[in-house]
């Protein structure tokens, strides 16, 4: 009955830490710089986002040698490659790093394994821009492994001098299966110092797997480009939600979803801001869905500092607004 229509809200969702602080450092540097600021790919993988900042002045470019000399031009989240950092000095371009620290740190683990000639088996997914950066930082050494199933086929050179490092985005429980694999032909292989998948990509999985085992229907907002946001519609299918689909905006969500659906779950990627999960949310409203149960996991309350080229305003004044991290779910 029409009655018993909900919502089940999964929290924490949406931005996470890394993310804030990009968007900011991209308007921080539109403010202090003046437009245009060129961005070297999307500096989240978030379409309205990049419309947004589109709009204030950035314009976002495949490579650096899109970028005209002297220009400021902006890192994304993902990270990059020393290559890409040497051919944006070798333009005389002012970069700013908008790498979020959780990849930054990855980043840092491989340029230390191969130092010691560790081979380093890396997690992820082949040409995602984050695995180009983290491959890019020791490419002699560094050999992708794009799924469980590429576990059983890696070749290495030495077993007794392995590492798995990840992408931070991956599905937890996919990249517990690869190493799982992975380990049961190298025995030796060695884990990274820390985990590699940012704590905001587990807590929305934990979350929306809470979600999806009372759900008909899983809702996540987020882009096709995003691999967690990609990731959270298969956790919840895999956990139980009898159907589960990704849109960018609530007016893709079609009519047929909610034929005979009496509870939705409803979570967004770590890249997506909460503008677009509450829009969602009055859109399933209008269809009835107003009763909205709030299913919290975890808190998040982490902040990181903005670049150092940021975190002062045009007279040298330490910026209000030096942190990325806001929580808002």
Known sequence: MAGSKKVLLASPRG?????????????????????PVYVRKQIVHNIHVVTELEAQGAIFVDEVDEVPTGAHVVFSAHGVSPAVVNAASDRGLQAIDATCPLVTKVHREAVRFAKSDYEILLIGHDGHEEVEGTAGEAPDHVTVVNSPADADTVVVKDPSKVVWLSQTTLSVDETMETVRRLRERFPELQDPPSDDICYATQNRQVAIKKVAKDADLVIVVGSANSSNSVRLVEVALEYGAKAAYRVDYSHEIEQAWLDGVETVGVTSGASVPEVLVQEVLEELSGAGYRDVEQVRTAEEDLMFSLPKELRQDAEGRRDGRALGGRNRS
């Open 15 to 35: 931005y996470c830490a890394g993310v804030d602080r990009a968007v900011i450092a991209v308007e921080k540097a539109l403010e202090r710089f003046g437009a």
